[in-house]
């Protein structure tokens, strides 16, 4: 089942000559459970793509279904609603907020939708336990390492039943240790039904999608095919070098 | 040289014979090696022939021979471990040339041919990273081989977007240029005036 659907999204900044197409007819569908990567260079159209389908903006023309809803069409009340029970985001400098522990970021989405403070920390707990963090939950972001909070970010971006995660660059700045651990808990979140979309000039990052979708200048200009079986790989050409 | 030093470092641990060595060094390299038994014996014969390892004396009468490293054996395994490999030359890469070829051709569109082999590295990327998805299996070597592979690939594709990125910045460069040529050629002929 389809959990987002952009259909020929075109996005346009400026207005006359000094229009820009930042996005062209962009034709995209994700399911539940799967995780999709977009891959481009910088100015490619990556991150304009990501607040469209996370409702922070609107596009030009086309539409944006999210768990079959028409964003396009919607009140900013019901946008707000989705953004907070449906998706969640994951930045490439965390946006973890500096005076909350790491229990307290995780449960403010669920708190700031009216959930009790009791419940929506239980919450937090669990997404964090999930994730291997339970012992720092009382720990403030400054007290964590870059690794740690970047999974409190995934942490709060899966919290109570999201079912749609966007992230950007999601390893940022990490070492390509910590970025593989990001990526295998997206995937994780993936294998019980959420959604994602990652979009990343990094092809180590992006190699752990279902599916790689190519941008360029606002374009979707091509997308991997369904990889061949990875046992393929093992034991057929390669050899030990210099024998 | 690497199955040669290979099995002085699996026998730089403790003696041992030829059919434990190959499953040794299948273990420690992933699986992404096989090695056939008849290399195995090769190896051991030459080593031995070298003055690097000899036939373990104490189990002569068993039916396996045992093989065990010798001194000269071990300083050859820290002198080998210590020596860089040679990457000084750079290798003769098909893929460069055909970038660089196709850079050339006018009516070959560039891009379009970057793209191909750059999805088509991404895809053996992907190919790669389902072999270590699998968390629970976890195993070093493998692991670490298959990190040496995605790193490798890596490298590639970033090589493509590089050369994406220059090819554009020259070409918008390069159409400027001959915009301003163009215009100055005009304005000495006189078609401006």
């Known amino acids: ?243 | 040289m690497t199955i040669r030093h290979s099995l002085l470092a699996l026998l730089s641990e403790g003696p041992k014979y030829g059919f434990q060595l190959r499953q040794e060094f299948e273990a420690r390299t992933g699986d992404m090696w096989p090695l056939n038994v008849g290399q195995v014996y090769t190896t051991l014969n030459r080593l031995e022939r070298d003055g690097l390892a000899e036939v373990d004396d104490g189990d002569i009468e068993e039916r396996q021979r045992n093989y065990r490293i010798t001194d000269r054996g071990t300083e050859e395994l820290a002198r080998w471990l210590r020596t860089p490999p040679d990457l000084s030359q750079p290798p003769r890469d098909e893929l460069v040339i055909k970038i660089l070829v196709a850079s050339r051709l006018t009516h070959i569109d560039v891009y379009e041919v970057i793209q191909v082999h750059r999805r088509h590295l991404v895809q053996l990327m992907q190919q790669w990273t389902r072999l270590k998805e699998d968390d629970a299996n976890f195993d070093l070597a493998f692991a670490l081989a298959v990190d040496a592979e995605l790193f490798r690939l890596d490298a590639v594709v970033r090589w493509l977007d590089a050369a994406d990125g220059r090819l554009k910045r020259t070409n918008l460069e390069t159409s400027t240029e001959s915009d301003e040529t163009a215009a100055r050629v005009a304005r000495r002929t006189g078609a401006l005036r």
């Open chain 1, 1 to 243: 089942m389809s959990m987002l659907e952009l259909r020929r999204v075109s996005k346009v900044f400026g207005e006359g000559s000094t229009e820009v197409d930042a996005l062209s007819n962009i034709d995209l569908t994700i399911e539940r459970g799967s995780l999709v990567a977009i891959m481009g260079p910088s100015g490619s159209g990556k991150s304009t793509l990501l607040t469209i389908a996370g409702t922070l903006e609107l596009p030009t023309s086309g539409d944006v279904l999210i768990d079959r809803k028409n964003v396009v069409a919607m009140s900013r009340d019901d946008k707000a609603r989705l953004r907070r029970r449906t998706i969640g985001y994951v930045f490439q400098d965390f946006n973890l907020l500096a005076g909350l522990t790491a229990v307290e970021n995780v449960a403010l989405p669920l708190e700031l939708d009216g959930m009790s403070l009791k419940q929506a920390r239980a919450h937090g707990m669990a997404a964090l336990e999930e994730l291997g963090l339970a012992d720092r939950a009382q720990r403030f972001p400054d007290e964590l390492s870059g690794g740690e909070r970047q999974r409190v970010a995934i942490a709060r971006a899966v919290v109570g039943d999201r079912s749609l995660l966007l992230a950007d660059e999601p390893s940022g700045a990490l070492d390509s240790v910590n970025g593989e651990a990001v990526m295998r808990m997206i995937l994780a979140a993936c294998h019980q039904g959420v959604a994602a979309l990652v979009v990343t000039h990094d092809a180590k990052l992006a190699s752990w999608a279902d599916r790689v979708i190519f941008l360029r200048d606002g374009v979707a200009v091509d997308e991997t095919l369904p990889p061949a079986r990875p046992e393929d790989l093992l034991g057929s050409a390669t050899t030990p070098p210099t024998l």
